[in-house]
């Protein structure tokens, strides 16, 4: 009897080592796939390689500047605006007029189609976009490649690419202009208005049909050739937003540089920007003129540059933007 109750007991004890041995070895081989697995994709709201510039998690100094709710153009006559913005924008340049907003918008809006604009990022796509200011330390940069090979090439006022190629590249998809630097806009191309005063809105519709106006505050072209089905028009409460938030204040409104590329950041899930700030001497001019009037945009006092060209770095910086300079 006694010897049978030992040999239970030896057979129990058996018992436990082998299933403790087996338990270990499943153990071993669940790490062991664990670790020879791929790592899970992190879910991005664009089909990037790197973050895209939406993603606000990663830099509080972003996100603290950066409103998703923003809507960078007018979609409509129609269109809702904050009254303390809209009362705002109406102060940069007074125009004397006794047309209203909306009376202005509507007859834009005949003339030019409104936009059907799919801003959000999406999985399926990653929009890269060149943003090219007019800076002179494009030349001799030989950026010209590497900002074609963008999806998107933002210029504006009147950027010169014919025979500046090799530093600046040939293609342009968006151009920013108002009535003052109005040039020509290619077939294809989206001619972007920054209007900075309510006479702005009219110019347009006027310079794509009857040509009548021929005065701002200056005498502008009266008429431009653009691709009435690509214009699209920045918002006026986007002004305010960028002065707000991005400038803060300084200067009395948001310089033409400025106020595209933080329209890239909300257009955009990858943005580049090539041809902003000084050139290499220090010098702040066109890159296809002579260097005769260095420095003036600083000395405007209309806008900030300095603090421009600080918030551009720190965009830099917190890895929102590639600058190349």
């Known amino acids: 009897m006694l010897m049978r109750r030992k040999l239970c007991a030896v057979v129990l004890f058996a018992a436990i080592v082998i299933l403790m041995l087996a338990s270990q070895t499943i153990q071993r081989r669940h790490l062991l ?7 899970l994709s992190r879910a991005t709201p664009c089909g990037c390689a790197d973050p895209c510039v939406s993603e606000l998690g990663a830099s509080r100094w972003f996100g603290e500047r950066f409103d998703p709710q923003q809507q960078p153009v007018l979609l409509s006559s129609s269109s809702n605006m904050d009254g303390e913005a809209l009362r705002w924008w109406l102060g940069l340049q007074r125009s004397n007029d006794e047309q ?5 918008m509507s007859k834009m809006f005949r003339v030019i189609s409104p936009p059907t604009l799919d801003l959000r990022p999406r999985p399926s796509r990653c929009r890269s976009c060149a943003v090219v200011g007019n800076s002179g330390n494009l030349r001799h940069s030989r950026h010209g ?5 963008h999806s998107s090439v933002i210029r504006m006022n009147k950027a010169v690419t014919r025979g500046f190629e090799e530093d600046v590249g040939n293609r342009t998809t968006h151009h920013f202009l108002y009535p003052e630097s109005a040039v020509d806009v290619g077939r294809g191309v989206s001619l972007v208005l920054l209007p900075f005063k309510l006479r702005d809105l009219e110019w347009l519709t006027s310079a794509l049909s009857t040509g009548q106006v ?9 008429r431009v050739q653009a691709d009435k089905d690509k214009v699209l028009v920045v918002n006026p409460v986007f002004f305010k937003y960028v002065h707000d938030r991005w400038t803060e204040h300084h200067g009395r409104y948001p310089s033409t540089g400025m106020l595209a590329l933080v329209f890239a950041l909300h257009t955009c899930d990858q943005v580049s920007v090539f041809g902003y700030g000084a050139d290499q001497q220090g010098n702040w001019h066109h890159y296809w003129e002579e260097n005769r009037y260095a420095g003036a945009f600083r000395k405007t006092g209309v806008h900030n540059a300095d603090f421009e060209t600080q918030i551009i770095q720190r965009l830099a910086k917190e890895g929102k933007i590639s600058l190349h300079l």
């Open 100 to 104: 209203t907003l909306e009376e202005v």
């Open 33 to 39: 796939s664990l670790s020879l697995a791929p790592p």
């Open 214 to 222: 021929k005065m701002t505050y200056m005498r502008v072209r009266d």
């Open 145 to 149: 490649g590497l900002i074609d090979s």
